[in-house]
Nanobody, 115 residues
Framework: QVVLVESGGGLVQAGGSLTLSCAAS????????VGWYRQAPGKQRELVAS???????NYLDSVKGRFTISRDNAKSTVYLQMNSLKPEDTAVYYC?????????WGQGTQVTVSS
């Protein structure tokens, strides 16, 4: 059973930084692609960043150069370093793990960026 627990959300002023963490349990983290999605009110959930088991990364165009995804397989944890935050980054951020065709989700953490 995969369980994902996010932390690190909060309220920050525009231009500030936050780091999200997602700790996974279940023993399959190292062989899985993991990523961060976000969902703003009234909008669809969108992929923000992902990192494969081999370290290949992918980013939403609007966050390129500002956000960095990384993983620590020894700790079964994925991180999202978010810099130069903008009000439009405000959303609930969800951790995702894809393992053998199955998607697992965390409970979400709120990120609010004030102008």
């Amino acid at each position: 059973q995969v369980v994902l627990v996010e932390s690190g959300g909060g309220l920050v002023q525009a231009g500030g930084s936050l780091t999200l963490s997602c700790a996974a349990s279940g023993g399959t983290f190292s062989i899985s692609a993991v990523g961060w999605y976000r969902q703003a009110p009234g909008k669809q959930r969108e992929l923000v960043a992902s990192i494969g088991s081999g370290g290949f990364t992918n980013y939403l165009d609007s966050v390129k150069g500002r956000f960095t995804i990384s993983r620590d397989n020894a700790k079964s944890t994925v991180y999202l370093q978010m810099n130069s935050l903008k009000p439009e980054d405000t959303a609930v951020y969800y951790c995702n793990q894809k393992t053998l065709g199955t998607n697992y989700w965390g409970q979400g953490t709120q990120v609010t960026v004030s102008s």
